[in-house]
Each structure stands twice: as structure tokens, then as C-alpha cells.
């Protein structure tokens, strides 16, 4: 493209090698099994309305120059993108405008497509994905499929969040202080029926698995943490006899605790407000401070709850539990900081060796039992705190002098022993709650049927069927419903088009009003399904049956969409067997910390059920991950509209183009780090890049006529241009931009002061900024009369011999100050630099007749004379 301009248009430049890329489908990715490859992927985005924020580009800028760098280098690179677009807030748009989720969602899409390929990223756009086209979710319901039939999947009454206005259920991240991050509105706790999914029986795989994979460490650390082994002991506390607490739970109380030494020192128990045995264990005259202290329990947060720092509340149900060491009789307390979601939802409390059970024994009176000693010289005022260290045991009757370690095993015998314990690994790892109640999600491949027709199901269909059926009590006709998975020749179930998309507020989803696509006959061999208004058709296979009107989280989709870029046009399968072979799972996966638990948690569990049934190859998803770090505002703040400093790419591509705006995102700092929006910054990196084009174009518009084909190029620039491509090389393969962008600048200041320099040179130096400044670099790449695209020539290579240095600079001083420099051969003696030191016509001025009284020099760099 020519153009008779000093300066580099960005404005015409860019957007003309844009248009040759889409129509040439220039960054196409072929399944070309002979050459060795690499699947780079991005944490897919949500389009949201507002469209990218200057984040985005950051980590997909990052990806992009690898994207280049690794195709140049001769590898077969995957580098697709797609759309995370299921979830509440399109649904919300719709309820607010009337208009189809898909509609907002389609639109927000082709938005952020728009905004990518402005920035000339090099995706295949022929994978892209869209977690809500059905030819994409029919695979998500599929796998949810392998999880219902191999009984991975449940159902079970749960207490959710609930959000009265949105009149929807929340997930814990969904809710900020008590109110629903969408709106702002108050939640509070409701039992509803939930899918459930049985990830915690791939707990201990994937704790241990995390050593497969080269991840930062904090993420790990995150993963591990959530995931919460800890080993020690149930222990099955009686109740006491004769009341009606034991008369209605004869089994007793169980919990678990890591310190099963400390038995004899437990002088209260404690369960969560939500315990099943709640009511059981309330004698009547506390029945009612016990209800309006679940009352307020229920509005607070987990995190709430367990907070520390806060002060601790509870409630005396009135009943009282056994000790199985020594048959104390203690109390049982209702209180909030114990929660129903780790271990069994009740504790021994050892106030003497637990300080948030020493802190609740204070504020009520309750005795304070040491029964660990501490070591000689360690002093112990229980009056002040509780002891958590180790020592040896007191007051527990034959385990007294046995240190902490010992105690444990020993106690824990006796339990097992006496049939009251065991020893027992508890994860802090819940079971994943599956269910949202909204209409804008994937809708489950479940229908409802009465018992007699999942038996006659069940005679055709076993393979389908879960070990045990799923079934729960419907509450208005108090039959028995059980779940019966569509045949998989029935997917997709797509979602049935509605006018009105708000929730019904009963704790079903919109869909509970799509009435023709809620109660119908279903056909238990083919899953056909008509609507139940009409006549029953004729045959035994026809069922009376109701669909499933939860709809799946917007987790599901993001699950698994890195296989689906390996074959996205599939109809029969995920995937081709041969290419989930080849591609694998991707070798660099770039995205914000944000998603460092929940996501690669879930997307980890579902690929090693796919795993364990044959499906890839692989064990783990994610070989290798990278987060990227957050862009902060001007103000150093994080970035949001209600504080007015987000950026919007857009606004900076007018100004000074997409390749600036990719330069300067990689040029702020350290990828990892995160790191505030300078605009002035943008204007040095600005500068670099219209130097660059000065240096290589003439004012005519041509080629600057110091470079060719036959200009020789200096030994020092030959020199620097070797190490720059070093440099650049091993910067990129580290992640490492910001430093291979300053290489860069080093260079071109260098070509800058270079009286000439070789076609060549340049060549290669173009070939190394082209995965930072493709739009730039390929328009210079094609007026030096290359054809193809520049990231297809094979990149550059440096020679480790030209990285020799044969002369060294050496810098002059007298007394101390710099007074000139010499170019001398690497390994010169002192004598010899201080001969030519003496000649050199900057000092010679400061030496002329004064005596030289002590030589300094520091090899190769400093020669420090001092003169009298």
C-alpha cells in the first residue's frame, strides 16, 4: 500500500492489511500433523454490552505475539477465540427490553469480534465457538449425560441464595455483602432442589494432579486450599439418654477434627443453624430464640460467618451430648461459625486448644479443659488465649505423657475400637451445585417421569441409567418423580422461544411457563416429545412426563470449549479422536487470576471424567498457565465505570493505532504485574514505532536509500543485531516482552547512526517487531518486495559466534571523572590500555604534565587514573 507520507498512517495502514487477512483468512489453522504443534488459547470473554476493556487486549496481545513468533519458527499453531455468552446478564437485558437474550448476545458479539480483529490478532475465525449456539451445547449436555449415567450427577434439596427481586438463585460469587452483584439487591438463604455434581469424588485426583502441571505457584496454593485434604478422625458423639434428641437420632452426633487428641479437653459442641438434628435437639423452651437466631444466621455469608475477627454469637439448643472418652456430659450450642458444607456440619469444641472455640467459651462461661502441656520454658496463660502447640498430654487418663502425635493414634483406636470413630480425610471441597434458575442457560437433557415409567425405560435403556435413579418428592402432588436422560440422538434440547423471561418466583426458572415445552409425552426410546395437550400417541414408550426447568450455570460451557476449537464443526463426536490425538490440550493458557479457582477447578474435574472414559488422551487440561496482570486506571485504581477511569481500546486505536496500543500494553511492565494506564506513556512507544518507519521509508515513499542488498553492514551493528534476535527470541519463549521491546528500541537507535545498513539486516529486524507490530511490520515487509505473509518466513536465527565481542569499550577516568573512552581489544593488559589511554585525545587535556600516582583498572570496563 503505498503511500507519500514521512510518517507512518496508521489510520490507512492498519485497517488495509486487516481486510487482506480476513479475506486471504491469512491466520487459518490447518490440521497439518506433520509439523510439530502448539495450542496457545485465551480465557474466552464474556460479551457484555460495554463491550473490551483495555484488560482484554493486554493477555491477547501477549498470546498473539506468541501466536506469530511460534508459526515463524516453523510450528503448526492453534490460536482460537470464541464467546463465554450464556449467563444472567443478557437474561437481565431481555427482562428489561423484551427482546431475546440471543438477540443482546449475537450483538454484543459482533461488537467484540469487530474490536479483535481492529486489533489484528491473528485468530482462525473459522473455530470460533459460542457456548449458546446448540450445535455447541448439544456437546455440553452430552457430557452432562456421562456424569448423570455414571451417578456424577444428583439431585438434593440445598440452601442457595436467593434474590427475591431477580427472583433467582446465586452462586456465593454472585453475592457482595448480602446483595446480588447484579443489581445490588438483598439475598437471603432458601432451600430449593438442585443439580448437584459429585466432584468430590475426584477430590484426591485433583489435589495430587496439580504436580503434573507447570502453573504459578499462588494458583496452586488457591487450588489446594480450596480443595482442603485434612486428615484426622470421626468421632460419634451419643446423645443423652433418655431425652427425646436421642430417642429421634439413636446413630448421635458426628464430627470431625484434625485433633482427635484433644478428646478429653471438649467441654461443648457446636452445629451449624442448618444441621438436620437442629430441631430434634431444641427442647422447647428454647425453640424460639433458637428460630430467630437461624433467622439472622441465614443472611449472612460463609465468608461472614467464619470471619475471625468477628464476634462470635450462638444459641443453647438445650440438649446434651456424651463424650465417648470419659462420658462428660456437654452441652450443644447452635452457632454460626461452623458450617454445614465442611465436615459434618458439627464440632468438638477444645477451648483450651482452639481459639475461636476459646473466644465462644469465654463469652458464654463455659469450662476451659487443657489437655495439652506445653514444653518446658514455653509459658501458658489460658486466661489470655488458648495453646495450639504441640506438647504432651494431660487430663486425658491413660494418654497422659504422650506426646500430641502419639495421642492422636492412639485415641483414635480406642474410638474405632469402641465403634465411635475412625480415622477419616475430610475434604473442605463441596459438591457443585449445578443449577441456576433462569432461562438463559443450557437447558438439562432431563424429563420427570413416575416410577412405573422409568422401570419400563429402564428395561431398554440400562446403559443410560445412573447405578442408583435419581428421584426427588414433588411438593404440590407428593409423587415420586425420577430423571430420565434424553437419548443422545435427541440433542440438542434447545430452548423453547418465551415472551416473558423473568423467573417464575416460585424457585423455577422462566421455563416453568413454557408450558407446551414443559409437560408432554416423551418417548423413552427416541426422545421425541409432544406437547401433553394433545392426545397420548399410541405405544408403550410414550410417557407422561415434565422437563427439567433448571438450566445449567454458566461454568458448563467454559468447561470445555478447548476441545471444541480442535474440530468445531463436529456432528458426531466433541472431537476426531486423530486431532484430540495431535492438538492435545493447550500447551500456553493465558488469563486473569480471577478465574485461578472455580474455573480450572471445574474444567479439570470434567476433563478427567472425560479422561476416564476415553475421550483425550490427557489427564489434565491445562499443561502450562499464565496469568496475566491487571491494568489499573490513571488513578491507580482498579478500573470501573463508576469511577470513570476505564479505557476504552477503541479511543486509542483512533489515536495512535492498534500497533501502538499492542506495544504499549507489553511495554508497561512485567506481563504477570500489575500495572497502571499511563496515557502519556503511549506517546514514547508512539514515537518508537514512527521511528522505526523513518528509518526504513523514505520521504518518497520508498526504501531509504542507505539501505540495500549490497550496503555493508558495520561489525558493531552485525554484532547488535545477533544479540537483539537472542534476546527478542528468549524474551518471547519467557514472556518476557516488555525487556524483548527495549532490545528492539537499543537496535533501532543503533540503525539510526548506522551510515548504511543491508537489506538483510532489516529484513530480519522487521521479521522480530512483526508479533509485536503486525500492521506496520507487514506493510514494510511487502514494500521491500517480499511476498507472503511475514510471520510465514522463518524466523530468524542468531550466530553465536557473531555474539563474540573482539573489542571492549573501556571508559577513562582522572580523579575519579569521566574524561573520555577507548575502544581496546578484548583481553588487553593494563599497560597496553594505559599507553592509549595516554593518547587518547579527550584525557590528554587532564594529563598533560601532571605525575600519574596510582593506576586503577577494572578489566574491560574502568581505567581510573589518579594524577597530582
Known sequence: MATNCTDYDFSQIEPHWQKIWDENKTFRTTNDTSKPKFYVLDMFPYPSGSGLHIG?????????????????????????????????????????TGAHPATNTQANIAAFRRQLKA????????????????????????????????????????????????????????????????????VERRNLRQWVLRITAYAERLLADLAQVDWPDSTKRMQEAWIGRSEGAEIVFSLEPGTPAAASSPEGLKVFTTRPDTLYGATYMVIAPEHPLVDALTTPENRDAVAAYRKQAAAKSDLDRTDLAKDKSGIFSGSHAINPVNGARIPIWIADYVLMGYGTGAIMAVPAHDQRDWEFAKKFSLPIIPVVQSPAGVEVDLEKASFEADGTMVNSAEFDGLPVEDAKKKITAKLAAQNRGKPTVNYKLRDWLFSRQRYWGEPFPIVWVSEADYKKAAATRAADLPPQPVT???????????????????????????????????????????????????????????PAAQPKPAGDEWARARRETNTMPQWAGSCWYYLRYLDPQNENAIADPALLKYWGVPDLYVGGAEHAVLHLLYARFWHKVLFDIGVVPQNEPFTKLFHQGIILGEDGEKMSKSRGNTVNPDDIIKTHGADSLRLYLMFLGPLEAMKPWNPQGIEGVHRFLQKVWREIISREGGINP??????????ELVK????????????????????????????????QKAPAASTATVR??????????????????????????????????????????????????????????IMMPVGATQDTVLAAARENPDAQPHLAGKEIKKVIYVPGRILNLVVG
Open 56 to 96: 482484554h487486549p493486554e493477555g491477547y496481545t501477549a498470546t498473539d505475539i506468541i501466536t506469530r513468533a511460534k508459526r515463524a519458527q516453523g510450528q503448526n499453531v492453534l490460536h482460537p477465540i470464541g464467546w463465554d455468552a450464556f449467563g444472567l446478564p443478557a437474561e437481565q437485558h431481555a427482562v428489561k
Open 119 to 186: 486489533l489484528g490478532f491473528a485468530y482462525d475465525w473459522d473455530r470460533q465457538v459460542d457456548t449458546t449456539d446448540p450445535k455447541y451445547y448439544k456437546w455440553t449436555q452430552w457430557i452432562f449425560l456421562q456424569l448423570f449415567k455414571r451417578g456424577l450427577a444428583y439431585v438434593d434439596e440445598r440452601p442457595v441464595w436467593w434474590c427475591p427481586e431477580l427472583r433467582t438463585v446465586l452462586a456465593n460469587e454472585e453475592v457482595i455483602d448480602g446483595k446480588s452483584e447484579v443489581g445490588q439487591f438483598p
Open 472 to 530: 426427588y418428592t414433588d411438593s404440590e402432588t407428593k409423587q415420586a418423580l425420577y430423571a430420565l436422560p434424553l437419548p443422545e440422538r435427541a440433542l440438542p434440547l434447545t430452548l423453547p422461544e418465551i415472551q416473558n423471561y423473568l423467573p417464575s418466583g416460585t424457585g423455577e426458572s422462566p421455563l416453568a411457563n413454557a408450558t407446551d415445552w414443559l409437560e408432554i409425552w416423551f418417548n423413552t426410546a427416541t426422545g421425541e416429545a409432544v
Open 706 to 715: 542507505k539501505i540495500s542488498d549490497d550496503a555493508k553492514d558495520s561489525d
Open 720 to 751: 547488535l543485531l545477533h544479540e537483539t534476535i537472542k534476546k527478542v527470541t528468549d524474551d518471547i519463549e519467557g514472556l518476557r516482552f516488555n525487556t524483548a521491546i527495549s532490545a528492539m528500541m537499543i537496535f533501532i537507535n543503533a540503525l
Open 764 to 821: 530480519a529486524f522487521i521479521q522480530l517487531l512483526a508479533p509485536f507490530a503486525p500492521h506496520m511490520t507487514a506493510e514494510l515487509w511487502s514494500r521491500l518486495g517480499e511476498t507472503g505473509p511475514v510471520l510465514d518466513a522463518p524466523w530468524p536465527k542468531y550466530d553465536p559466534a557473531k555474539l563474540v565481542a573482539t573489542e571492549q569499550k573501556i571508559v577513562i577516568q582522572v580523579n575519579g571523572k569521566k574524561r573520555g573512552e
